[in-house]
């Protein structure tokens, strides 16, 4: 899927054909959501709902999916969430605020609804027992009355005041989230309700939590009632429990925060899930994302929870490591990913950063649909109307983009099938957490708070890291879904074999029933670090007394920092789907129908060998399937109970499926192929097209200006300046410098490409420079080439005066050419002469660090012809892009990394043959500069060293 940034002009046309090139490409689909840079008032207007119609037509007729998404944290959102406050005030979302006020401090006057909710007098203040800002600091705390007369300014006070948030809706209330849904997708379903449940398949909503505000918690009028309610005793007279520990603060907090999860649940997940069955159409939203699993419960991001009431789990990640810092998006990975396998969800939509996510890791991890960035900033402004696409050139003219789609669509699908087969069920911290928690910016996270979450993620990572599949257990999903019988621990569709307790501090006594039932019944449970001393928020040692008869304890000490005890009782407990001596490479285990399947990625920087050890779980023939061309090939026979003991080698990011498939006879050996021959011909390659490179070095010609040399984002942010000042369009003036290396002739054939607006001017040296229609665009039709003459040795000014409408207008100018970039001694841009023909070896070393384009190695080869006892193979070393072959001027298919060798035998015939390899190089570090030239990067593409032709000889097993 495409995530498909609407950020500009609203033509019916151009999208549909934006959308049909996305087709093209192999895409399923698109999920549409608005962007900043439409014209005003344009989102939910008549022409939005035209281009809607128009793309859902095209996707009925292709059969393809359509998702329509709202983001809470955007503008555009934001927009339309304001239309509705101004309209039901009630509806906005309100934090309570604490003032913690010091002896003679006076009472901050009310403001508005910023009424003063309850206030307390501290009567005792006990020293911290040690300098550490985490460290608990109880106090003695006396309520207080509101009047003017009981707030004096005698002693500290707490005081909780009211406040409104006027930028952000209330979730609490089903009748706020339903106004939210008719002023955005019920709208859709109005003007497209034929396609609803077929062409447009997903409602999605990105962000939908409790503002987070430090200070702060979530508030509502509601609110001390239903807490009255649930638990017995007044939620106003306890109100220092959340932010200080006050004697019982455990149990405030995990009553307060539950009741956030059940108000959030009920005022938005239930009536959300709710309208969408009525339309027959799925649903899915994404908590906003956290740093920390520590920072979920001040969002009331209970995501396990949300997944479960939504047909589809949802992720939101902006970053493409899978492991992340400390672990948290491995974390979330494996929230979405239990779900799904628990409750039977349709799948794990990923709403990825860009278009260069799609990659194998998530998938690994249990990602089936992955809505990536396709609009560059850049394609965003009033003179983009005739942008040809959102999708990067590159897609649109290499002929492998569809096959690399459709590969990891191939291998997507087959991860989505039949039920995983894990052992492990690891119970999840939230009710902990809940019960630890106290708002940012008041005395800082609790040292106790903090160190669940980071024992948490650092068992996931150490899970992870040994190839230990697991699920982890909500305990509200488990007071739900989970039973116990025998040695199976069931989660809905899901059985376990072994229950693991992270170190906590609170659980719920349905969580410790099951556990119970599950120990008597000879099921493993295990608990590692500190147990529980919370049941429900009370003091309980029942956990304690449990373990010391059912459990198993795995104490280290003090420090939990090293979790491979526990990786070695799990071992000794069979959760061993592992390999062995490869870290990095990911594993999954399916049962599918009668077929059961082992899905293996190398996540890693380095090529690994794989030594399965585990068990099979069914007899029959072990096959090995390429899920990038579909190839499979036999290992050998398996018997369940028995080790598959087979060796694999993985390239770097590379992914393969170990399949055993039921077979009453016995299995043929694996066929052996040993190489026979080792040819490297003669090679020569070319690039096809000009090299580019970013200008990055300007200043800006104004008055008052500096006239030092500095980098385009100080002119942007002089740019931004002025506009804060003026009400209209502002004119700027900047001059870019580049050094041409000395040693030939003048070089001709240069362009500098410039987002120019009408009026705009271009000069060289001081000499002014023709505008036409400057020819054929490149990656921006906005983004005008201007012929340059023939540059001499030496240093030249490139001048452009524009006027800009917004300040994302302005982008750094960048040159097209038949030169080679090295370095200048002051450590700026010099170019020299480069030629057509290239070197085998990475582009960077070749003067060439953010080229794009093609390059075509070619190389004539004799050789034998392939037959049923021979295989012919292309091998390319360090290939990082997908490459097309063709031999003879016939295409023979394509090499898709991360593997790096293709069969020819196919196509081999006798005699020479002429063999050609054809990269498309993506223009990484050119299309990160547009972006953020923080980010440019040179390219390590090319292939490393010249192609082989290997021979291999078929050897009886």
Not at 367 to 385: D, I, Q, Y
Not at 875 to 882: D, F, I, K, M
Request: hydrophobic share 45%; charged share 25%.
């Amino acid at each position: 899927m495409a995530r498909w940034l609407w950020n500009d002009h609203l033509d019916p046309e151009h999208l549909s054909e934006q959308f049909d090139r996305m087709l093209d490409l192999g895409l399923g689909g698109a999920l549409v959501r608005p962007g900043a840079g439409l014209p005003r008032g344009a989102y939910l207007g008549e022409d939005w709902f035209e281009a809607v119609s128009a793309v859902a037509r095209r996707a009925r007729r292709r059969r393809a999916s359509l998702w329509i998404a709202e983001d809470l944290d955007d503008p555009v959102t934001q927009a339309v969430v304001r239309d509705i406050l101004r309209e039901t005030p009630g509806y906005a979302a309100r934090m309570l605020k604490l003032e913690d006020l010091p002896p003679g401090a006076a009472v901050p006057p009310a403001h508005g609804e910023d009424e003063i909710v309850a206030a307390f007098e501290v009567t005792q203040e006990r020293p911290r027992a040690g300098d550490r800002p985490d460290e608990r600091d109880p106090l003695a705390v006396r309520p207080l009355k509101t009047s003017a007369a009981e707030l004096s300014p005698a002693t500290r006070r707490l005081v909780f005041r009211l406040a409104r948030r006027d930028d952000r809706l209330s979730l609490f209330h089903p009748k706020a989230t339903l106004h939210l849904l008719e002023r955005t997708h019920q709208r859709y379903h109005t003007q497209a309700k034929k396609y609803f449940g077929n062409t447009i398949g997903l409602c999605l909503i990105l962000n939908a939590g409790v503002p987070r505000t430090p200070g702060m918690t979530p508030w509502d009028s509601e609110m001390p009632a239903l807490f009255h309610e649930m638990h017995g005793y007044s939620l106003l007279e306890k109100l220092p429990a959340l932010f200080f520990d006050v004697p019982g603060c455990d149990a405030v907090r995990a009553d307060f925060w539950g009741l956030v999860d059940e108000m959030l649940g009920e005022g938005f997940t239930q009536p959300f899930a709710g309208w969408a069955k009525e339309r027959g159409i799925s649903h899915a939203s994404s908590v906003p994302a956290a740093g920390n699993v520590y920072h979920t419960v001040s969002r009331g991001a209970n995501t396990m929870a949300r997944y479960a009431a939504h047909t589809y789990a949802a992720l939101a990640w902006a970053d493409s490591d899978p492991a992340g810092d400390s672990g948290v998006e491995a974390l979330a990975y494996a929230e979405a990913r239990s779900i799904k396998r628990q409750l039977g969800s349709d799948g794990v939509v990923e709403i990825a950063g860009e278009h260069t996510r799609i990659n194998a890791t998530p998938l690994a991890r249990g990602v089936n649909f992955s809505a990536a960035h396709t609009v560059l900033g850049s394609l965003r402004g009033h003179r983009k109307h005739s942008a040809r696409s959102p999708l990067v050139p590159l897609e649109d003219d290499d002929p492998n983009t569809r096959a690399a789609f459709d590969a990891h669509a191939r291998l997507a699908w087959m991860l989505g099938q039949g039920r995983a087969s894990a052992r492990v069920l690891l119970v999840h911290p939230y009710t902990s957490l809940q019960a630890s928690y106290r708002p940012g910016g008041v005395q800082g996270a609790p040292a106790l708070h903090d160190a669940i979450a980071r024992h948490f993620a650092s068992i996931v990572e150490t899970l992870n890291s040994a190839r230990i599949d697991f699920d982890l257990a909500d305990e509200s999903v488990l007071a739900k879904h989970g039973a116990a019988n025998q040695r199976i621990f069931r989660v809905g569709a899901a059985e376990y074999r072994v229950a693991v307790l992270p170190p906590l501090l609170n659980l719920r006594a349905s969580t410790a029933d099951l556990l119970h039932d599950f120990a008597m019944g000879g099921g493993l449970v295990l608990a590692i670090g500190s147990l529980p001393e919370l049941l429900d928020g009370r003091r309980s040692d029942r956990l304690l007394k449990f373990f010391e008869e059912y459990g198993e304890r795995i104490v280290q000490g003090v420090d939990f920092g090293r979790y491979q005890a526990l990786v070695e009782r799990l071992l000794r407990a069979g959760a061993d789907t592992r390999v062995a001596g490869a870290a990095e490479v990911l594993v999954e285990r399916r049962v599918w129908d009668e077929v059961e399947m082992l899905a293996l990625h190398n996540a890693g920087d380095c090529p690994s060998r794989c030594a399965l050890s585990c068990a099979a779980e069914i007899s029959g023939r072990a096959e090995l399937w390429n899920p990038a061309t579909g190839a499979t090939s036999v290992l050998g026979p398996a018997s369940a109970g028995e080790a598959i003991s087979q060796v694999i080698d993985l390239e770097a990011g590379a992914s393969t499926l170990v399949v055993i498939v039921p077979e009453k006879a016995e299995a043929a050996g694996p066929v052996a192929w040993v190489e026979e021959s080792r040819v490297t011909p003669p090679w020569t390659a070319r690039r096809t097209s000009p090299n580019a490179v970013i200008l990055r070095e300007c200043r800006v010609v104004e008055p008052g200006a500096s006239p030092e040399w500095a980098s385009a984002a100080a002119a942007r942010r002089s740019l931004t300046a002025r506009m804060e000042k003026s009400r209209g369009p502002v004119s700027l003036r900047t001059q870019w410098r580049v050094q041409v290396a000395g040693g030939g002739p003048a070089i001709g054939g240069y362009y500098v490409v410039a987002e120019l607006s009408e009026g705009a001017s271009l000069k060289l040296d001081g000499a002014e420079l023709a505008i036409g229609d400057g020819g054929e665009h490149l990656l921006d039709p906005a983004m005008r080439p201007v012929a340059l003459p023939a540059l001499t040795e030496g240093e030249h000014v490139i001048e452009l005066w524009m006027l800009y409408a917004e300040a994302g207008e302005f982008q750094s100018p960048w040159l097209r050419g038949p030169f080679a970039q090295t370095a200048a001694k002051d450590g700026g841009l010099q170019l020299a002469p480069a030629r057509e023909s290239i070197a085998l070896g990475a582009l960077s070393a070749q003067g060439l660090p953010a080229y794009f384009g093609g390059v075509i190695y070619t190389a004539r080869v004799d050789g034998a012809p392939a037959n049923d006892a021979r295989r012919i193979e292309l091998r390319l070393p360090g290939l990082s892009e997908a490459a097309q072959v063709r031999v003879d001027g016939s295409d023979a298919g394509f090499v898709l990394p991360p593997d790096t060798s293709f069969d020819l035998s196919g196509v081999w015939r006798a005699g020479t043959r002429t063999v050609e390899v054809i990269l498309r190089v993506k223009p990484d570090a050119l299309l990160e500069a547009l972006g953020n030239e923080a980010q440019a990067r040179s390219s390590t593409h090319g292939l490393s060293a010249a192609p082989e032709i290997v021979t291999l000889a078929r050897r009886a097993p």
